[in-house]
Structures are given as structure tokens and as C-alpha cells.
């Protein structure tokens, strides 16, 4: 018998890969290996439950390749060194997992030998620019399968042909679709689609259960987390599920996020993402006390490249290994405890308590006292930088502001 041709689909469970597994083991006859890449976001008994799935679908092999902690080191962590949010809102959670997912995925490809590799992406999002970038550099010559784009199927195309082979089609039932990771939670489908609507509380995956308020405390060596609440944390992604544990009860990191996506279409997401929203507003709280005014500025400029690069599937690019090592430079400093104070749907911030803190100077107490200058080092100091003012309205000086 001639050897069947090997294909690796990126396999969630959901609707579009189950298809996918399905019909490539039973319409195309590939011997389908089904992997699933988890960035933190499947249970164990997910796992299990899409183990069993997918053999029921045709897989001849099913792995799952726990990618967390890769995904924190090699990208996340600078994610918070440089407080990434897309347009200041969003934290780039499945942009930024949809990454290392294809990188694991194409890496177990190359080890199997596979001649081809799928996904279930649509044609009409970013994830199919994710996926099919990251293959075509990682797995050169390899065929890249994309059922559902290709044949611009419908949920409910994909669901009857499931139910007509035998496979619950539990799909149809579901009004929003979910991508759950370690950086968040992404909501799509239902109000969303209605540009007048947002989310009702039922839509959300985490319910608010706490009232009044409650203080929260990170900390931070280097700019990584380090400790929660007092406990300290070796293992980051353990300090990330803390601080979410801590904040979803208060329904903090819940909004909406409507952008430019990479295909030049305007997207809509909502988005539950304790843990980002609270990490960050820490973080970059701390850096107001222990960065210089231009170490922020520029951070800040390149964080935002960072993000934005990341966002449209370029993590790849040699750039971004330059961008990381500025940012992680930048963090020398960024070592203290931040106090936040929790309340339902968000948070404050109250202080620092850091040894590098550049508020506590011996040159002085803003808006108090100075022992770093004199009254007429300041007088100087003013009248020079008055002069470029002075010059140019002492030629103009029709263009002084009047009265009227």
C-alpha cells in the first residue's frame, strides 16, 4: 500500500479544526497528527476531552506541546517591560499566543516529517496571516491547508458535516466563541458583530463575586514579577495566575477592543484580562518612580513598536531580538512592591516601595523644599529658558495672546 501523506493541524477543539481533522482523515486520507499548543489556557481535563476528540474525529495521533513558559520568556515578559496595550487598551493576548502556537506546531511538523500543515483560520482575520507566516519560514516547502478559508465555509456548513459523520455538533449552540490563554481571555461572536451593542454579563467566562474594595500588592525585581501579596514566586507564570486568581473576582480587565487588523478591515473584540491590566498598571506605575524622563520616553516608543509588531505576525523579524534587548537593558532599575487598591471593574494604584526610588531625592521635595539649588540658581535657570520665547515674540509681538 502506498504510505499515506502525513498533515499536522493546529488542533483547539473548537468548530474549524475539528473539521479540519475530520475532514482530512476521511475525505483526503491523511494520516492526520492532531497537536494542540497550549499557551496556558486549556485545563487538564480540556486536554483530555480534545484527546478524545480528536481520535474520534480520525487522528492517528494526538500531542499536546505546553508551550507557557516558552511563551513568557521569549516574548511575554517583554510584553510587560514595555506595558504593551494595542492602541492603549488591549493587551495582545491571542495576537501574541497565536505565534508561539504556530512555531510549536510547525517545529513538531518538521520533526515529523509531515508533508503538510493546517489551521482552521477564516479568511477574513488575523490568525491566518499568523499561522501561514510563521509556516512558510519555519517549514519552507511544506503545504499549508486552510479548509475553512479555502472554501469560505460557514459554522453551519462546518457543523452539519460534522453531525452527518457522526460527531456531536455541540458547536451550534454556542453564541460567542472564547480564546483562552495565560494573557487573557478574547470573546468573539454574539453583540459584538453589533457595532451598538457591547457584552452582557453572562457573556464573560469570570463572574464578579467580591463588593467594596481590597488591596493588592506586586512585586517586582528586575521589571519581572517576583511576588503577590507577599508570596514570592520563582515560577512567573504561576505569578501571573495569582494575580489573576486575585483581580477576576472583581471583574477588572473587562473592555473592548476595536482595531486595524493586518488584512486592512476594522476588528471587534471583547476581552477579559485581569491579570494583563493589573501587571501592567504595576509595572509601569513602578517605572514612573525609578526610570529617568527619557529612559520612560523611548521605552515607551519602542514598547509600542514591540506590540505592534507583534500584532502583525512579524515576531519572527530580526528587529524584534534588538527591540527586547533595549527593553530588557531598560529594567536594571524597575525593582519594588506597587500597592494597588481592587474594586469592581477596575483598580488604583497607591504606592511604591522601591530602593531605587528617584521620589525620595535628597535634591529636593516637589512642591516643598529644595537643597540641591538656590532661589537665584532657579531664577537663572527659568530666565534662560525663557530666552528662545523672548527672542521670537520681541520680533512678533503681534502674535502674544490678548484679550480678545
Not at 365 to 372: C, D, I, N, V
Amino acid at each position: 500500500m502506498e504510505k499515506k501523506k502525513t498533515v499536522v493541524v493546529a488542533f483547539s477543539g473548537g468548530l474549524d479544526t475539528s473539521y479540519a481533522v475530520m475532514h482530512l482523515a476521511h475525505e483526503k486520507g491523511y494520516s492526520v497528527h492532531a497537536v494542540c499548543a497550549d499557551t496556558g489556557g486549556f485545563s487538564p481535563a480540556q486536554l483530555k476531552t480534545n484527546e478524545e476528540n480528536a481520535y474520534k474525529l480520525g487522528a492517528e495521533k494526538f500531542a499536546v506541546m505546553d508551550i507557557t513558559r516558552e511563551y513568557y520568556e521569549k516574548s511575554l515578559k517583554f510584553m510587560i517591560f514595555g506595558n504593551v496595550l494595542r492602541n492603549g487598551v488591549y493587551p495582545i493576548s491571542v495576537s501574541s499566543e497565536r505565534l508561539f502556537q504556530a512555531m510549536a506546531v510547525a517545529r513538531y511538523a518538521k520533526e515529523a516529517g509531515a508533508e503538510a500543515i493546517a489551521h482552521g483560520s477564516t479568511g477574513a482575520g488575523n490568525d491566518q496571516v499568523r499561522f501561514d507566516m510563521v509556516f512558510q519560514v519555519m517549514c519552507p516547502g511544506v503545504e499549508i491547508i486552510t479548509l475553512t478559508r479555502d472554501g469560505n465555509l460557514t459554522r453551519q456548513e462546518e457543523v452539519e458535516y460534522l453531525s452527518s459523520h457522526g460527531f456531536p455538533a455541540d458547536f451550534a449552540k454556542m453564541k460567542y466563541s472564547y480564546n483562552v490563554g495565560l494573557w487573557g481571555t478574547s470573546i468573539c461572536g454574539g453583540e459584538i458583530l453589533d457595532s451598538k451593542q457591547g457584552l452582557p454579563e453572562e457573556a464573560y467566562l469570570k463572574q464578579i463575586t467580591k463588593e467594596g474594595s481590597e488591596t493588592l500588592s506586586i512585586g517586582f525585581e528586575h521589571g519581572e514579577i517576583c511576588s503577590v501579596n507577599g508570596t514570592e514566586y520563582k515560577d512567573k507564570v504561576a505569578a501571573i495566575q495569582a494575580v489573576e486568581k486575585a483581580g477576576a473576582p472583581w471583574g477588572i480587565g473587562r473592555d473592548m477592543h476595536v482595531g486595524d487588523t493586518i488584512i486592512g478591515i476594522k476588528g471587534r473584540v471583547g476581552f477579559e484580562a485581569a491579570a494583563p491590566m493589573l501587571i501592567i498598571g504595576a509595572h509601569r506605575f513602578l517605572e514612573k518612580f525609578t526610570l529617568s524622563k527619557w529612559q520612560q520616553y523611548w521605552k515607551d516608543q519602542v514598547g509600542t513598536w514591540y506590540g505592534m509588531f507583534l500584532h502583525e505576525s512579524q515576531y519572527l523579524e530580526p528587529v524584534m531580538r534588538d527591540i527586547e534587548a533595549m527593553l530588557l537593558s531598560s529594567q536594571r532599575n524597575v525593582t519594588g512592591t506597587v500597592t494597588l487598591q481592587m474594586r469592581p471593574y477596575g483598580f488604583s494604584t497607591v504606592g511604591v516601595d522601591s530602593p531605587c526610588d528617584l521620589v525620595s531625592s535628597k535634591l529636593g521635595a516637589y512642591g516643598e523644599t529644595q537643597s540641591g539649588w538656590t532661589a537665584e540658581d532657579a531664577k537663572g535657570f527659568i530666565k534662560l529658558l525663557s530666552n528662545p520665547l523672548r527672542l521670537y515674540y520681541g520680533n512678533h509681538p503681534e502674535e502674544l495672546p490678548n484679550e480678545d
